[in-house]
């Protein structure tokens, strides 16, 4: 399985609407089309902020995990929202810090008119597959494998 | 409209499942049955970090909104995932600084066992209604009145 | 008075042995050189954490000023710590969100050979002259005129 | 030597007339008398914001230390400022998070009237002795043994 299709199948990436569209030595990008299910605000599609948050998370991780080729677990991560968000966003990611044990990446989303709605940066656990995190606990090894080997 | 009713008809807080169960004088709680398509995993339940964020930055607003009486978005949050959470998640927010512009909010996350998956600060705008910021343009007079209203 | 020698007459500013080099629409840059008292390390010179995030704080805090031109204190701050630091500092700040109530400025901190050592995020109240914040309490005001004449 | 005595040992410590009072089991407490050239204002002492997150930084460091047994470079810090400080500050910090590569810290900032004046949380790194980590090349070995032998 290539890493695009594992993360894109991760159930909350698919119940969100959001898809993975690039991933690879150290950056991804994502999109989420915007629902009225994703407002904040009864009356006008605002995008709350954990919508937002979520494709940061996930576009943020799928960077990670194409250096470091096994789970990495989000440790922190800020957000700033720069902008409201009142239309489908993108993010892009890029890891600024490729460590051992942990990395930083950072996110930026865009609307569709390409205004910066949000900016984020996350720290990431890298070394995942040593059983110490309790993240991987109920992880699958084949799809440990499968990460590792689409590295 | 009360203010714990107004946070639950917001379209994501269904969408989601989140609910407000508790607000007044800078706290507020809140909870969010796990469901399967809240998980990053294909193959366990574990909440996507952007699911426990959701809820935070929900309950964290709630909790601010309390004592602004105003619409006060999000300027910025830093999460910190401390577990797993596999189980329902509850969230307590409190507000540790009331600023005239600004409030800074402290949430918790636990899960069903009480254990503490999450702990975030976050920054919100709290002077809202000057029409100064961009989140208020779509946000509908009587909603402000009524969050006014039930300060 | 200039923005840049208010700046640089800061008492910290000059016992640390900073120096804002240059500020103006929202952009500031400034140095550090390092010295045997900056480390955090009896061995060898590798600035401590402390040193690093002081030049930071000055540099971002001079971007916010000069666009705001009021007190502007640091609301909160992220930094990420990227390589060790073991020779000069210098840092360049842009505000990447002017608001009314609120600024976001990133901060970037180099060594002497161009290595990005450190980067950070900072919020800062920009309304401070409302006399609403405790820290302009203790503010001369031929202090803020000066301020307020030099944006 | 003793934990507390290599952290007061350290130039910076030092130079800004820090103090670690207490160390050990994931906790730490410390103190910095607040002085003439500590002040970010030329007409009252008011702490810069690098003074009070130098004292952060330390006395978060020892905690973090007094569990790993090694060498701990910060990762990424938030520092929150709640009020100005005028008089003399101390800080206790206390490990929330200890897990084998990282942990995290949480640091709570008081003046002499008890006030709350800043709240920080950070993450470090603690494999620090791995050998992996730049941070750790210019560390004497004598003092990893001394820290190591310490825990």
């Not at 890029?94 to 609307?111: A, F, L, N």
Request: net charge negative; no cysteine.
């Amino acid at each position: 399985m290539s890493l695009k299709s594992m993360f894109n199948d991760i159930p909350f990436v698919e119940q969100l609407g959001m898809e993975i569209t690039a991933v690879g030595d150290g950056s991804a990008a994502g999109e989420l089309p915007l629902r009225d299910g994703h407002s904040s605000n009864p009356e006008a599609i605002i995008a709350h902020g954990g919508v937002t948050y979520s494709l940061v998370d996930t576009v943020g991780g799928a960077a990670v995990v194409s250096q470091s080729g096994s789970v990495s677990p989000t440790v922190d991560m800020r957000i700033d929202y720069l902008a409201p968000a009142t239309t489908d966003l993108r993010a892009e990611a890029e890891v600024v810090r490729d460590g051992g044990s942990v990395s930083v990446v950072d996110t930026e989303v865009y609307d569709a008119d390409g205004h910066h709605v949000a900016s984020a940066r996350g720290t990431y656990k890298t070394d995942g597959n040593s059983g110490e995190s309790p993240w991987t606990r109920g992880v699958d090894d084949s799809e440990v494998e499968g990460l590792a080997g689409d590295d």
